[in-house]
């Protein structure tokens, strides 16, 4: 095949995609900027109406997740206690003194 050939093929294949990422790269930006100013102006602050519920509802979040993360210091703690406890466990019996022959089971 000639080179010639090759190339018009080769542009005939890609220029529709590079086209339309250099059309609908820019345009989706567009498009997804401004959905996201709509959403901001859809959004309650706390000096808004319905504001103080959504106040009080982080509020309450934030007091559970104080309490979940107290639960799982103090579950960690607990597991590195017995963690340690197996650990000398072992180890003290592997340092114990072998019974005599005689006494062996």
């Known amino acids: 095949m000639p ?3 090759l190339i018009l093929e080769l542009v005939r ?3 529709p995609w590079f086209v339309a990422l250099a059309v609908g790269y820019p345009f ?7 959905l ?3 959403l901001d102006r859809g959004r309650v602050g706390a000096g808004e109406i319905g504001g103080v519920e959504a106040l009080r509802e982080v509020t309450e ?3 559970r997740l104080a309490r979940i993360e107290a639960s799982v210091d103090s579950i960690a703690v607990e ?4 963690a340690e406890a197996q650990r000398f466990t072992a180890r003290l019996l592997t ?11």
């Open 79 to 82: 597991v590195e206690r017995s």
């Open 28 to 34: 989706a930006r567009v498009l997804a900027r401004a």
């Open 13 to 15: 294949h890609a220029l």
């Open 61 to 63: 979040i934030h007091a």
């Open 3 to 5: 080179v010639e050939i």
């Open 36 to 38: 996201g100013q709509r």
């Open 95 to 105: 340092e114990r003194v072998p019974a005599p022959e005689g006494e062996r089971r």
